[in-house]
Protein backbone atom coordinates (compact mmCIF):
# COMPACT_ATOMS: atom_id res chain seq x y z
CA UNK A 1 0.00 0.00 0.00
CA UNK A 2 1.77 3.23 -1.29
CA UNK A 3 1.67 5.69 1.34
CA UNK A 4 0.01 3.99 3.99
CA UNK A 5 -0.36 4.46 7.68
CA UNK A 6 0.27 1.05 9.84
CA UNK A 7 -1.52 1.83 12.94
CA UNK A 8 -0.61 0.02 16.45
CA UNK A 9 -2.32 -3.13 16.74
CA UNK A 10 -5.36 -1.94 19.26
CA UNK A 11 -4.47 -4.96 22.48
CA UNK A 12 -7.87 -6.52 24.39
CA UNK A 13 -10.51 -3.90 25.57
CA UNK A 14 -13.10 -4.60 27.83
CA UNK A 15 -16.76 -3.40 27.56
CA UNK A 16 -18.33 -2.41 24.33
CA UNK A 17 -16.74 -1.97 20.88
CA UNK A 18 -17.97 1.49 21.14
CA UNK A 19 -16.60 4.84 19.77
CA UNK A 20 -16.54 7.64 22.41
CA UNK A 21 -17.14 10.87 20.29
CA UNK A 22 -19.75 12.00 18.00
CA UNK A 23 -18.05 11.27 15.05
CA UNK A 24 -16.64 7.82 16.07
CA UNK A 25 -20.22 6.94 16.80
CA UNK A 26 -21.32 8.00 13.11
CA UNK A 27 -18.87 5.29 11.53
CA UNK A 28 -20.57 2.78 14.42
CA UNK A 29 -23.80 3.46 13.04
CA UNK A 30 -22.57 3.10 9.26
CA UNK A 31 -20.82 -0.41 10.54
CA UNK A 32 -24.04 -1.26 11.94
CA UNK A 33 -25.87 0.30 9.09
CA UNK A 34 -23.96 -2.39 6.95
CA UNK A 35 -24.24 -5.24 8.47
CA UNK A 36 -27.11 -8.28 7.53
CA UNK A 37 -27.79 -9.23 10.87
CA UNK A 38 -26.92 -8.55 14.71
CA UNK A 39 -25.30 -11.78 15.60
CA UNK A 40 -22.78 -10.62 12.61
CA UNK A 41 -22.26 -7.64 15.33
CA UNK A 42 -21.93 -9.84 18.32
CA UNK A 43 -19.50 -11.70 16.66
CA UNK A 44 -17.17 -8.90 15.25
CA UNK A 45 -17.69 -6.85 18.59
CA UNK A 46 -16.34 -10.08 20.13
CA UNK A 47 -13.42 -10.22 17.98
CA UNK A 48 -12.68 -6.64 17.93
CA UNK A 49 -12.26 -6.31 21.93
CA UNK A 50 -10.55 -9.40 21.75
CA UNK A 51 -7.56 -8.44 20.38
CA UNK A 52 -8.39 -10.22 17.55
CA UNK A 53 -7.39 -7.68 14.64
CA UNK A 54 -3.42 -7.38 13.85
CA UNK A 55 -2.17 -4.07 12.89
CA UNK A 56 -4.88 -2.18 10.19
CA UNK A 57 -2.79 -0.48 7.50
CA UNK A 58 -4.87 2.70 5.81
CA UNK A 59 -4.49 4.73 2.76
CA UNK A 60 -6.88 6.97 0.86
CA UNK A 61 -9.65 5.08 -0.12
CA UNK A 62 -8.39 1.81 0.93
CA UNK A 63 -7.42 -0.51 4.52
CA UNK A 64 -6.10 -3.81 5.31
CA UNK A 65 -5.61 -5.57 8.18
CA UNK A 66 -5.62 -9.51 9.16
CA UNK A 67 -8.06 -11.11 11.54
CA UNK A 68 -7.44 -14.71 13.54
CA UNK A 69 -10.18 -16.51 14.58
CA UNK A 70 -10.87 -20.32 15.85
CA UNK A 71 -10.88 -21.23 11.85
CA UNK A 72 -7.88 -19.84 10.82
CA UNK A 73 -6.08 -16.10 10.22
CA UNK A 74 -8.25 -14.14 7.26
CA UNK A 75 -6.97 -10.53 5.41
CA UNK A 76 -9.48 -8.30 4.91
CA UNK A 77 -9.43 -5.92 2.62
CA UNK A 78 -12.01 -2.69 2.87
CA UNK A 79 -12.58 0.21 0.69
CA UNK A 80 -14.47 3.67 1.10
CA UNK A 81 -14.86 6.10 -1.74
CA UNK A 82 -12.66 9.09 -1.97
CA UNK A 83 -13.86 12.58 -2.67
CA UNK A 84 -12.93 14.01 -6.09
CA UNK A 85 -10.82 16.86 -6.96
CA UNK A 86 -13.84 19.34 -6.29
CA UNK A 87 -14.61 17.54 -3.03
CA UNK A 88 -11.00 17.83 -1.68
CA UNK A 89 -10.81 21.21 -2.28
CA UNK A 90 -14.31 22.10 -0.80
CA UNK A 91 -12.74 20.29 2.30
CA UNK A 92 -9.71 22.13 2.21
CA UNK A 93 -11.78 25.32 2.03
CA UNK A 94 -14.17 24.36 4.56
CA UNK A 95 -11.17 23.65 7.15
CA UNK A 96 -9.88 27.17 5.74
CA UNK A 97 -13.26 29.06 6.53
CA UNK A 98 -13.01 29.54 10.11
CA UNK A 99 -10.31 29.63 12.81
CA UNK A 100 -9.36 27.09 14.95
CA UNK A 101 -10.59 24.25 13.19
CA UNK A 102 -6.94 23.26 12.38
CA UNK A 103 -5.87 23.80 16.12
CA UNK A 104 -9.05 21.59 16.91
CA UNK A 105 -8.35 18.63 14.27
CA UNK A 106 -4.64 18.48 15.14
CA UNK A 107 -6.15 18.31 18.91
CA UNK A 108 -8.20 14.88 18.06
CA UNK A 109 -11.38 16.93 17.65
CA UNK A 110 -13.92 17.11 14.78
CA UNK A 111 -16.17 20.36 14.63
CA UNK A 112 -19.76 19.48 14.02
CA UNK A 113 -20.22 22.40 11.72
CA UNK A 114 -17.01 21.45 9.85
CA UNK A 115 -18.75 18.50 9.17
CA UNK A 116 -21.98 19.82 8.29
CA UNK A 117 -20.49 22.60 5.47
CA UNK A 118 -18.29 20.49 4.01
CA UNK A 119 -21.35 18.04 3.23
CA UNK A 120 -22.86 20.96 1.98
CA UNK A 121 -20.09 21.80 -0.48
CA UNK A 122 -20.10 18.30 -1.79
CA UNK A 123 -17.46 16.83 0.56
CA UNK A 124 -19.13 14.19 2.46
CA UNK A 125 -16.68 13.22 5.35
CA UNK A 126 -18.74 10.47 7.62
CA UNK A 127 -19.38 7.44 5.67
CA UNK A 128 -23.05 5.96 5.45
CA UNK A 129 -23.61 1.94 5.69
CA UNK A 130 -23.54 1.37 1.85
CA UNK A 131 -19.85 2.92 1.18
CA UNK A 132 -18.28 0.41 3.58
CA UNK A 133 -16.93 -2.37 0.98
CA UNK A 134 -15.21 -5.24 2.66
CA UNK A 135 -13.67 -8.39 1.17
CA UNK A 136 -12.31 -11.35 3.10
CA UNK A 137 -10.64 -14.49 2.50
CA UNK A 138 -13.04 -16.85 4.11
CA UNK A 139 -16.46 -18.22 3.63
CA UNK A 140 -18.61 -16.55 5.14
CA UNK A 141 -21.71 -15.84 2.70
CA UNK A 142 -22.54 -12.09 4.24
CA UNK A 143 -20.25 -9.27 2.99
CA UNK A 144 -19.12 -7.47 4.88
CA UNK A 145 -18.63 -10.89 6.98
CA UNK A 146 -17.70 -10.99 11.04
CA UNK A 147 -13.65 -10.56 10.43
CA UNK A 148 -14.76 -7.63 7.75
CA UNK A 149 -16.59 -5.86 10.79
CA UNK A 150 -14.36 -6.30 13.51
CA UNK A 151 -11.82 -4.45 11.51
CA UNK A 152 -14.65 -1.71 10.81
CA UNK A 153 -15.17 -1.58 14.74
CA UNK A 154 -11.58 -0.92 15.14
CA UNK A 155 -11.27 1.76 12.25
CA UNK A 156 -14.22 3.71 14.70
CA UNK A 157 -11.61 3.28 17.62
CA UNK A 158 -8.78 5.22 14.89
CA UNK A 159 -11.50 7.65 14.11
CA UNK A 160 -12.59 7.85 17.23
CA UNK A 161 -9.03 9.49 18.54
CA UNK A 162 -7.53 10.70 15.30
CA UNK A 163 -9.65 12.05 12.65
CA UNK A 164 -7.09 12.39 10.08
CA UNK A 165 -7.66 8.75 9.89
CA UNK A 166 -11.30 10.07 8.33
CA UNK A 167 -9.86 12.13 6.05
CA UNK A 168 -6.58 10.12 4.76
CA UNK A 169 -9.60 7.48 3.99
CA UNK A 170 -11.63 10.09 2.05
CA UNK A 171 -8.60 11.07 0.47
CA UNK A 172 -6.86 13.91 1.72
CA UNK A 173 -4.47 13.02 4.38
CA UNK A 174 -3.05 15.37 7.37
CA UNK A 175 0.15 16.35 5.78
CA UNK A 176 -1.54 17.19 2.02
CA UNK A 177 -4.47 18.92 4.49
CA UNK A 178 -1.58 21.30 6.02
CA UNK A 179 0.35 21.43 3.10
CA UNK A 180 -2.95 22.47 0.94
CA UNK A 181 -3.38 25.00 3.69
CA UNK A 182 -0.16 26.76 4.18
CA UNK A 183 -0.09 27.23 0.56
CA UNK A 184 -3.30 28.88 0.48
CA UNK A 185 -2.48 31.39 3.60
CA UNK A 186 1.03 31.93 1.03
CA UNK A 187 -0.89 32.70 -1.56
CA UNK A 188 -2.95 34.72 0.05
CA UNK A 189 -0.44 37.04 1.70
CA UNK A 190 1.17 37.12 -1.92
CA UNK A 191 -2.01 38.36 -3.16
CA UNK A 192 -2.23 41.15 0.15
CA UNK A 193 0.79 42.17 -0.74
CA UNK A 194 0.13 42.62 -4.70
CA UNK A 195 -2.33 44.42 -4.03
CA UNK A 196 -0.57 47.23 -1.56
CA UNK A 197 2.01 47.52 -3.63
CA UNK A 198 -0.47 48.59 -6.39
CA UNK A 199 -2.47 50.55 -3.88
CA UNK A 200 0.82 52.75 -3.15
CA UNK A 201 2.40 52.96 -6.98
CA UNK A 202 -1.56 54.52 -7.21
CA UNK A 203 -1.29 57.16 -4.26
CA UNK A 204 2.27 57.95 -5.31
CA UNK A 205 1.76 58.69 -9.10
CA UNK A 206 -0.76 60.60 -8.34
CA UNK A 207 0.80 62.55 -5.69
CA UNK A 208 3.77 63.09 -8.21
CA UNK A 209 0.65 64.63 -10.93
CA UNK A 210 -0.82 66.79 -7.93
CA UNK A 211 2.92 68.33 -7.63
CA UNK A 212 3.91 68.87 -10.91
CA UNK A 213 4.38 72.45 -12.04
CA UNK A 214 1.40 73.30 -14.58
CA UNK A 215 2.53 73.20 -18.40
CA UNK A 216 2.85 76.87 -19.84
CA UNK A 217 0.36 77.68 -22.02
CA UNK A 218 0.42 78.16 -25.69
Given at each position: ??????????????????????????????????????????????????????????????????????????????S???????G?????????????????????????????????????????????????????????????????????W?????????????????????????????????V???????????????????????????
Amino acid sequence: MSGAVLHPRVPQRRGAARATTWWGKAWVRAVEEASYAEADLRAARTLARGGHVGQIATEPGRYVASVDDARGLWTVEGSLPVLDAAGVAALVETVAAAAGRVAALVAGELPHDLVEQADEAGAELLPSGFELGSACGCDHWTDPCTHALAVLYQLAWLVDADPFVLFQLRGLPRDDLLARLHARQVTDVEVDADLDHAVEAALYAARILSEAPPEPSG
